[in-house]
């Protein structure tokens, strides 16, 4: 007899270990009253699977073109307001923008979250119950290699014990959602308090792990992975994006408003941008993409500071995403007809333009929407890829995509 998944309110103050015995005995007392055939846990099932867990397609399509059907409703308990869709192989995370809610992870067709994961310490929002700065997940999860460990990454702003606030940084198993351990870093009581605020997390290869607070009291460190120790520790930029420097925004009533960059190996400023900007992001190797406050989306020598003509043809948007083989698109990204266009952050050349097209991820030189696109030439390479709907996450095993009835649906890449 199947034995139901339960969600399980955990304790932090008591400990995982706590958390594992009372979700056992949960377990057990509903497989007691499905014995008694106690009516309405039907619902509680989880649904059959379209493929057997030893059946599930392993192939590797890089970029995929086309996905199967059957498709499989991903069951997550979901809150209000957006998600971060993120895949890891097999493994879907999501993670709610406004951060108020634990990350999640499922493997794969399972159609059910196999854990959740949330910070030691609780949650401490603003007044408003969402973060108003769209582009921020909090917690946005990032897989990672550390000390030969695969670790899914994130971070959040808490209350601690004491009642004080800190960014937590976490790091959790991505198989069973197990915290493999956390380090605090405190913050003003007053961070995130008002207007938006980002908590983000990185990983700089072998100079650490960069943690970012943007909004009002911005700050970021960059931490040991080994030791979780701060190397270093600036108390005005709030890093938003890493392209061979930490890059971010100052703000707050006694700061003035500018893009910063710092250096990774000792966080000293390499170069500014005065002005204010209300979004930021990596644009691929080298380069920086900006929307300043005033409007306009600019991309920038990350090295520099220096603007890099050519490359934003009029009425550019963001955000900007880089699709890891060498090529950034920058569009709205989300599966509605506007201006997207695409660049070459190498050569720093422009290769296309379109003034109404609607995409909605970008993997290794495929862009998707209701079609699959070249994104070196946005000439549609698969016209019926399979998808109802333009996808929030591809990678080369599986496509995740909303659907009527689901918030989030997957399919296995076929081709």
């Known amino acids: 007899m199947d ?20 979700t056992r005995t949960a377990a057990v007392a509903l497989s007691l009253l499905l014995a008694l ?10 649904p059959p699977a379209p493929y057997p867990r030893s059946a599930a397609p392993t192939v590797a399509f890089d970029p995929p073109a086309r996905f199967a059907r059957p498709s499989v409703p991903l069951r997550f308990s979901l809150g209000r307001g957006d998600y971060e869709v993120t895949l890891d192989g097999h493994t879907v995370l999501i993670a709610p923008r406004s951060g108020d809610g634990p990350l999640q992870g499922a493997v794969f067709p399972s159609s059910v979250p196999a854990w959740q994961a949330a910070p030691v310490h609780p949650y401490a929002m603003p007044a408003l119950a969402a973060n108003t700065y769209p582009d921020a997940a909090h917690p946005r999860p990032v897989p990672a290699t550390l ?102 925004t100052t703000g707050g009533p006694s700061q003035p408003h500018r893009v910063v960059a710092l250096r990774l190996p000792d966080g000293t400023p390499a170069w500014s941008v005065d002005g204010a900007a209300d979004r930021l992001w990596s644009a691929g190797p080298g380069l920086i993409a900006y929307r300043a406050a005033g ?25 900007c995403r880089y699709d890891g083989r060498g090529i950034t698109v920058c569009g709205a990204f989300d599966g509605r007809p506007g ?23 970008l993997f290794h030189g495929a862009l998707y929407g209701l079609a699959v696109y070249d994104a ?40």
């Open 3 to 22: 034995v139901p998944f339960v969600w399980v309110y955990l304790d932090r103050t008591r400990g995982l270990g706590h958390a594992v015995r009372v």
């Open 37 to 46: 055939n106690v009516a309405g846990c039907e619902q509680l099932r989880e």
């Open 147 to 248: 000390g030969g460990r695969r670790l899914v990454l994130f971070g959040a702003l808490v209350a601690t014990d004491g009642g004080h606030r800190a960014v937590e940084v976490d790091a959790a198993d991505p198989a069973t959602g197990e915290l493999a351990w956390h380090a605090e870093l405190p913050v003003a009581d007053g961070a995130g308090a008002g207007g938006w605020f980002a908590v983000n997390v990185f990983d700089a290869g072998p100079a650490g792990l960069l943690v970012g607070l943007a909004g009002e009291h911005a700050q970021s460190w960059l931490l040991d992975p080994a030791t979780r120790e701060v190397r270093w520790h600036d108390a005005t930029v709030g890093v938003l994006a890493v392209e061979g420097y930490a890059v971010g």
């Open 295 to 319: 409007g306009g989306l600019r991309l920038l020598d990350a090295a520099t500071g220096a603007p890099v003509p050519g490359l934003v043809p009029d009425g550019g948007v963001g955000p």
């Open 339 to 361: 201006p997207v266009f695409a660049v070459d952050p190498a050569a720093r050349r422009l290769l296309w333009s379109r003034p109404d097209l609607a995409v909605s991820a």
């Open 376 to 415: 070196a030439t946005a000439r549609v390479r698969e016209g019926s890829p399979g998808l109802p709907a333009a996808p929030y996450a591809v990678n080369e095993y599986l496509a995740v995509a909303p659907a009527d009835g689901a918030p989030f649906v997957g399919y296995f890449a076929t081709g």
